[in-house]
């Protein structure tokens, strides 16, 4: 089939949008907590409402787009996201918050489904593997930039500044909830990709066997499996994990360190999700040298001393360290979800549709940690993190694949009758 570069660029878009609308909660939450006057506990319930969404509709969608068909199921997730953001910005209050991050979560969810195979269609089978690194970087891109948003934003509504789009925000935005503008913005962006879908001609996705997602039988056959539920668990916990870093961090340098959420707390973030995107190039590469298990070991070795350090360690240690933990975080969801499918032997479309519901790990995980915060303090409630990054350093140990991921060995680069030197000096040999 045909390359379809317009398909293309407009999913990458599609990638940048998601990330963008989804992780901006954790630099936003202590302007939350504030502004409303929430306890931590009742804070919890914002990734909660968004992500118990997000993950509840992740198989319903892939029956919608068997039946109506990607075109459409994109356009009603950005209606979805536009309303909810809209709502959100007109009225602004705790409880429209929750209802408009439920329709954001159900439009994200229903942007995933579509978009994978669409990419794999568009973009041509031989370049599948590329396209979706590709997309992940324009996913890491956007969660490292709306954070920086957010500060400019704050710090620029209601201030003086004179810019026409500042100005037009000034009389949209109460001079008490600056932070509110991002939704307004989030509410622009939405509509404009309805408005971008709606023009363009979509090809023809025929879904192959391992993409469908059946019910019935199937459904009730792997939910039997206890290889599919501990793998459930693990992108469970995963999302957990990430979404409970990246959503109390701004609030815990204020709370132990007075670090201002608008600036240093943003800062933290962005670089948290940065750091995940360049960690996901780094794993792609030791993926072709070491088995995924051990690679999956080191990296949340690394992310457990990563986090313990951050919490106990002074506001200049933290400052690296959390943002460290997304770096060790990147390549856990792509190990845990190839392990997954590759410990199973059929059934791809609809597994993949049942680890995409462990996303509703992120609106428990956090939801748990602001629970515990309510008796313990924030510090020492973060700590339930370890027992996600527990339950995912088990995987590299228990994990039995069937395919194990494809390596190359130093012995295939440098065969014995020749060194690293010989190559250099005679590369066309």
């Known amino acids: 089939m045909k390359r379809n570069t317009l398909i293309v660029v407009l999913i990458f878009l599609i990638f940048f949008v998601i990330s963008f609308l989804s992780n901006i909660l954790g630099p936003i939450i202590p302007d939350i907590v504030d502004s409303f006057d929430l306890s931590l506990g009742l804070a919890g319930f914002m990734p909660f409402a968004f992500f118990v969404a997000y993950g509840g509709m992740s198989i319903p969608s892939g029956l919608l787009v068997e039946k109506y068909r990607e075109k459409k199921v994109l356009l009603w997730a950005f209606l979805l996201a536009f309303g909810g953001a809209l709502l959100f910005a007109l009225l602004p209050g705790f409880w429209v918050a929750l209802l408009s991050l439920f329709l954001i979560g159900i439009g994200m969810a229903m942007l995933q489904v579509v978009i994978n195979p669409l990419l794999r269609v568009a973009g041509g089978e031989s370049h599948f593997a590329f396209n979706s690194v590709l997309a992940q970087l324009f996913f890491g891109a956007a969660s490292f930039l709306s954070p920086l948003l957010y500060s400019y934003l704050v710090l620029n509504v209601h201030t003086g500044n004179d810019a026409a789009h500042i100005q037009l925000l000034n009389s949209l935005v109460p001079q008490d909830l600056k932070w509110v503008s991002l939704y307004w913005v989030f509410a622009v962006i939405a509509l404009l990709m309805v408005v971008v879908i709606r023009t363009v001609r979509f090809p023809k996705v025929e879904l192959k066997e391992d993409e469908k997602i059946e019910a019935g039988s199937v459904l009730r056959e792997l939910l039997g499996n206890r290889t599919v539920l501990l793998f459930f668990l693990g992108i469970f916990a995963y999302v957990g994990t990430e979404q409970g870093i990246a959503n109390w961090t701004s609030k815990f340098l204020q709370t132990y360190h007075g670090a201002d959420p608008a600036t240093t707390g943003a800062s933290v973030i962005s670089n948290f999700w940065g750091l995940l ?38 506001l200049s240690v933290a400052l690296i360290a959390f943002p460290l933990t997304g770096f060790f975080a990147s390549v856990m969801w792509s190990i845990i979800v190839s392990l997954a499918l590759n410990s199973v032997p059929h059934h791809h479309g609809t597994f993949s549709g049942i680890l995409c519901s462990g996303i509703a790990g992120g609106a428990v995980v956090p939801l748990l940690v602001g629970g515990l915060a309510e008796w313990v303090g924030l510090r020492l409630a973060m700590l339930f993190l370890f027992v996600t990054l527990g339950y995912i350093f088990s995987i590299g140990i228990w994990a039995r694949p069937l395919v194990t991921n494809a390596t190359i060995s130093f012995k295939e680069l440098f065969p014995p009758n020749r060194t690293p030197a010989d190559v250099q000096n005679n590369p066309a040999d």
Not at 277 to 284: F, K
Not at 286 to 303: E, W
């Open 277 to 314: 995107t360049i960690g996901c190039l780094l794993g792609l590469a030791l993926l072709k040298f070491f088995d995924s298990r051990r690679v999956l070991l080191l990296f949340t070795a690394g992310a457990i001393l990563s986090l313990l350090t951050a919490l106990f360690g002074s």
